[in-house]
C-alpha cells in the first residue's frame, strides 16, 4: 500500500534535515517551516544541538516559531539546561525570537554568566526580550556583572542588552564606571557613550574609553 503523500514529505522533510549537505538541510528546514508539524518539533530541536552551519540554525528556528509557542517552548527550556553550550544558546535564541514571558524564570544568573560566551551571549538577548516589567532593573544589575568580559564581539553584545533595557540601566552602569577593574570600567564608559551617541561605533567608543581610563578619569561631560 502506497503510503500517504503527506507522511512521504513529512518523512523526506526528516531525511533532509540530516542531510550531509547543507544546501539540502536548509531547503528541509525551510519546507518544515512552510507546513508546520508537531512531529517536526523533537526533530528540529535536536537539530538545533549540533547544526554546524550558522544559517542552517537560523532556519530552525524560524522553523520552530512557525510552531506553537504552547508545544515549542516546553522543550525550549528543557534544551537551557543541557550540557551541550550550542543546544542551551541555540535554545535560548529561538525563545527570544518566540518571545513568551513565560520563558523568564529560565533566564537564570547560571545562564547569564555561562563559561561559554555564545551561551552567554544568547542567554543576554534573551532576557532583555523576555524580562518582565519591573524586572528590567534587577536585570541590569546582573548584566552589569559581566561588564569587561571576553572580546570585541562579546563586549558589543552586552553593551547591546544594557542599551535595550533603557535609562533603568544607566545608576547600575555609572557605578561600574568607577570599577577597579579597569577592563570593566573601559567597557562601562564605552557603553555610556554608544548610549549617548548610537552611531558613534563601538571600536571607536572603546578605544576612547581605554584613553579615559589610562587618564585616570570617567570621561564623564560636565
Known amino acids: 500500500m502506497a503510503m500517504p503523500k503527506q507522511d512521504t514529505n513529512t518523512t523526506r522533510a526528516l531525511q533532509g534535515l540530516e542531510n550531509s549537505s547543507s544546501s539540502v538541510r536548509l531547503q528541509a528546514a525551510l519546507a518544515v517551516g512552510t507546513t508546520p508539524d508537531a512531529g517536526f518539533i523533537g526533530k528540529l530541536i535536536e537539530r538545533c544541538a549540533i547544526e554546524p552551519e550558522f544559517y542552517v540554525r537560523e532556519m530552525l528556528t524560524w522553523a520552530l516559531t512557525r510552531h506553537a509557542a504552547s508545544m515549542t517552548v516546553p ?7 543541557s550540557e551541550r553550550a550550542q543546544a542551551r544558546s541555540q ?5 527570544s525570537k518566540i518571545g513568551d514571558r513565560q520563558a523568564w524564570p529560565a533566564i537564570t544568573p547560571a545562564l547569564l554568566s555561562d563559561a561559554d560566551d555564545e551561551v552567554a551571549r544568547s542567554a543576554w538577548r534573551a532576557a532583555v526580550v523576555l524580562v518582565p516589567e519591573g524586572e528590567e532593573h ?3 544589575v546582573a548584566l552589569a556583572t559581566q561588564l ?10 552586552l553593551s547591546r542588552a544594557l ?5 533603568v540601566m544607566l545608576p547600575t552602569l555609572g557605578a561600574a564606571t568607577t570599577a577597579l577593574d579597569p ?29 579615559v581610563v589610562a587618564l585616570g578619569t570617567t570621561g564623564r561631560e560636565g
Open 183 to 211: 577592563r570593566v570600567r573601559a567597557h562601562a564608559i564605552a557603553t555610556e557613550r554608544l548610549w549617548r551617541d548610537p552611531d558613534a561605533g563601538f571600536e571607536s567608543a572603546i578605544e576612547e574609553a581605554k584613553r
Open 75 to 81: 522543550v525550549l527550556l528543557d534544551e537551557v539546561r
Open 91 to 95: 535554545a535560548l535564541h529561538t525563545l
Open 163 to 167: 542599551i535595550a533595557l533603557g535609562e
Open 148 to 157: 569587561g568580559r571576553g572580546e570585541r564581539e562579546t563586549q558589543l553584545s
Open 138 to 140: 534587577a536585570l541590569a
